[in-house]
């Protein structure tokens, strides 16, 4: 007796019981003839019984993963968020809010609105993808809405990278590693969907010590790393390794400037400054 060699541990068992049918479970191990699974879904019974109809669905290659791909344009409140302590990055949300019901990534998820207008034309909206337990790809589905829809939408971590075909960036300045020796920063109110732009001194400006008054009215600056000093070591990625005092606190809006001297050689260029 037994079950034919076709048949194995995770294949798909369905009861097709007149009275009971409809339950589909997974087969979690063989014995001889005997075999269990875990419970049934969709029907009348939710484990295997004797004298029941069952189908066993056998040859097919089982889901390790199923990812989900969400390629959507959306305007939404923008926060500043300092990663591992060391890298700003960006969070983008829309339906987050307080308690007071102010806009904030960090708060409650709640309904809201997302129109048509946020997704990319003829773009999926979302693409279903499953994968085996190589993490190769065996299935794939979209779904490009027909109608708007409400729910909340979260992006974070979100950092600058800096690429080569970019006309923006000269290709030399990243072949050369000069990306690795420079830190812009902007206000938060000139970031994308920030909501107050730095328009006055103080507020969501940036503020430089050192480069005279008012020292709170920077909308957006450029630090550039001098020479490695004594304590610094270049093979690290940490940030005090290329910028000194308060260059190096990526949890704030302040920056330095001053004299070359042998514990600080950092050089600042001010972008844009607030009227």
Known sequence: GGFPASVVVGDVIENIDASNGGGVGRITNITGNVITATKLKGGGQDEVRTGQNYNIHSGHTIIDERKYTYRLRFSGFSEAKTSGGEIRTRVVCKGYTDVSAIEDCDGSAGDTDLGLNYVVPGVSWVTMTDVDSSDV???????VPIAGADG???????????????????????????????????????????????TVAGGTCLTLTGGGAPANNKRALVVSAGSPLAAQDRSSSLIADYFENENNDANDDNAETGGIISTFNDQIRIIDTSP
């Open 152 to 198: 909340f939408i979260k992006v974070a971590d979100m950092d600058y990278y800096l690429r080569e075909d970019d006309d923006e960036i000269p290709a030399w300045f990243i072949a050369n590693n000069w990306h690795q020796l420079t830190y812009v920063a902007y206000s938060a109110g000139d970031s994308p969907g920030g909501g107050v732009d730095c």
């Open 137 to 143: 790809q065996i299935g794939e589905a979209t779904l």
